[in-house]
């Protein structure tokens, strides 16, 4: 979590006065993958990783971002945004602001100062934690209030029509509405969510393959685009199936002779997971957690074999924790092709949990992988700034 005293003094000394400032996560999904665009089920946790944003008045009359991650400043006029994507952090501030204005919030001039420790391109959506971070910001400034699902919906929007990456809702809804020591079963067809707690004996251990991956264009955009091929087949066979959500196994062999092989095995993917989601709700709501670990170990391999999302690390790295004592569950977290892989393991197995996987994963892999030991948090708020 980033420390809000330090960032309120940098903001001080760089742009003069702070006046607010607001906080959102990065998210961990236990299970359902690449289900978020078809109406599907996923349940994530928000996590205790998040992205500060510091904002006051302007200094000179224009408006301007400090990253300090990225050590970088974008400095730019509110009353005339960016109407295109540059391909670097300013995307996700200037996609936000630009997808807010469409919605009738506009922003004075302001200045903000923006820090997060999410790790990046890492399948944990910091940039997610960006936007939402950003968007309670722009409001604030705006003086203007929104459902938090709006507000995930306006950075779902920032992030598709603005930074170009196709992805789904869930990254900013559990963002802005995460519940801590919780999961959140989000139903993305309706947008309602339910909670479901975690046990306090179980550690949400979160093993980065150091693989980046990036979702603007490149593969995710693919999969998205062979899951809409198979969708349009299915729909075309059968008018009840509005989305992919609607399809049963059952339909899916119907309509394979009518999409390609690539195609069917990512929609099988997709069905079954829905029906892995529900069952491990219910498995972790139970806490059944030997059924949740199952549950987890066939997501993995559905994701792997059917949605062909893993990677070689990835799969080492679940291979390695399946070897490990007091490990629940294991599976490759987010949007694939690299990052996290997310493990549920006995609290009092954690620790050795972490270091026999770094070093087996070193020692396999030739690779220093980072190991967050996370709890599971609550979603985006503004922040207490001290007298
Ligand atoms: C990324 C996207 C999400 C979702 C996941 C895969 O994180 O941003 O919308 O599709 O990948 O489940």
């Known amino acids: ?12 000394e760089r ?3 702070a006046e607010r400032a607001f906080q959102a996560p990065g998210r961990v999904n236990l299970i359902g993958e690449h289900t978020d665009y078809t109406g599907g089920l996923v349940m994530p946790a928000a996590i205790d990783f998040n992205t500060v944003a510091v904002v006051g008045p302007t200094k000179g009359g224009r408006s301007v971002i400090h990253s300090v991650d990225f050590k970088k400043e974008f400095e730019f006029d509110a009353s005339a945004l960016p109407e295109k994507a540059k391909h670097d952090w300013t995307d996700y501030p200037a996609g936000v602001l630009w997808s807010l204005k469409q919605s009738g919030v506009v922003t004075p001039q302001f200045t903000m100062t923006l820090q997060g420790d999410v790790p990046l391109g890492a399948g944990l959506s910091s940039s997610a934690s960006i936007e939402v971070a950003v968007a309670l910001a722009a409001l604030a400034l705006a003086g203007k209030s ?4 709006d507000v995930a919906l306006a950075c ?7 930074v170009g990456a196709q992805s789904g809702i869930m990254d900013q809804y559990i963002a802005c509405c995460g519940v801590k020591d919780h999961a959140l079963v989000i139903d993305t067809r309706d947008l309602g969510s339910r909670a479901v707690p975690l046990p306090s004996d179980v550690r949400l251990v979160i093993c980065n393959s150091m693989v980046k991956h990036s979702h603007a264009g490149g593969e995710y955009n693919e999969r998205r685009a062979e899951v809409e091929e198979g969708s349009r087949a299915l729909r075309a066979a059968n008018p009840d199936i509005h989305e992919l959500r609607d399809a049963r196994l059952e339909d899916l062999e119907e309509a394979r002779g009518s999409m390609s092989e690539n195609a069917f095995l990512r929609c099988r993917h ?12 219910t498995a972790l709501a139970a806490g059944d957690m030997k059924r949740m670990g199952e549950l987890m170990a066939e997501a993995h391999a559905s994701y792997r074999d059917d949605f062909a999302a893993s990677c070689p690390e990835v799969d080492l790295l679940v291979e390695l924790a399946a070897a490990e004592p007091g490990l629940i569950g294991a599976r490759l977290t987010g949007g694939g092709f690299g990052g996290c892989t997310v493990n549920l393991v006995e609290a009092a197995h954690a620790e050795a949990f972490r270091r026999d996987i770094h070093s087996a994963y070193l020692e396999r892999a030739g690779i220093d992988a980072e190991i967050y030991l996370c709890q599971a948090a609550a979603g985006a708020s503004e922040l207490t700034l001290a007298k």
Request: glycine share 6%.
């Open 15 to 17: 742009f003069g006065v």
């Open 156 to 162: 779902k929007k920032a992030e598709n029509g603005f």
């Open 270 to 281: 997709i069905i079954t997971e829905n029906v892995r989601v529900e069952e491990a709700a």
């Open 146 to 149: 929104m459902a938090l699902t």
């Open 1 to 12: 979590m980033i420390a809000l005293e330090p960032l309120v003094r940098r903001h001080v």
